[in-house]
C-alpha cells in the first residue's frame, strides 16, 4: 500500500557529506513518523534520526551535531542530512515511515521499510 524509494547513498571520505532522501508514495491517507535507521555488518539495526508530523526530532547520541532530519510533508518525503562523516557511519541506511494507508479493508495503519542505501565512509 506504501511504497518508500530512497536515494543519496554512496562512498565519501572522512569528514564530507551526503544526504539521504526518502519518498513515499501509495495509497497513503497519513503519515506519523518518519526515520532513518542503519545497520552495519555484523551488527544490528539502530535508530538513527526520526521526525514527527509536527517535526518533533529525535537522533542517536552518536549522530546528534552532525546529522539533520528533515521532511516535506507536501511531498510525503523525508531528508537525513549528514555532515561530518565518520568510518564509522558506514552502514546501509534504511527509511522507515508509520503511515495509514487506504486499503480494500479500510484503513490500515503500518510500518513500512526503504529497500537500503548504502553509505561508505572512507578515512
Known amino acids: 500500500q506504501v511504497q518508500l524509494v530512497e536515494s543519496g547513498g554512496g562512498l565519501v571520505q572522512a569528514g564530507g557529506s551526503l544526504r539521504l532522501s526518502c519518498a513515499a508514495s501509495?495509497?497513503?491517507?497519513?503519515?506519523?513518523?518518519m526515520g532513518w535507521y542503519r545497520q552495519a555488518p555484523g551488527k544490528q539495526r539502530e535508530l538513527v534520526a526520526r521526525?514527527?508530523?509536527?517535526?518533533?526530532?529525535n537522533y542517536a547520541d552518536s549522530v546528534k551535531g552532525r546529522f539533520t532530519i528533515s521532511r516535506d510533508n507536501a511531498k510525503s518525503t523525508v531528508y537525513l542530512q549528514m555532515n561530518s562523516l565518520k568510518p564509522e557511519d558506514t552502514a546501509v541506511y534504511y527509511c522507515?515511515?508509520?503511515?495509514?494507508?487506504?486499503?480494500?479493508?479500510?484503513?490500515?495503519?503500518?510500518?513500512?521499510w526503504g529497500q537500503g542505501t548504502q553509505v561508505t565512509v572512507s578515512s
Open positions: 521526525i514527527s508530523s509536527g517535526s518533533s526530532t
Open positions: 522507515n515511515v508509520n503511515a495509514v494507508a487506504y486499503t480494500s479493508k479500510g484503513y490500515l495503519a503500518d510500518a513500512y
Open positions: 501509495g495509497s497513503i491517507f497519513s503519515i506519523n513518523l
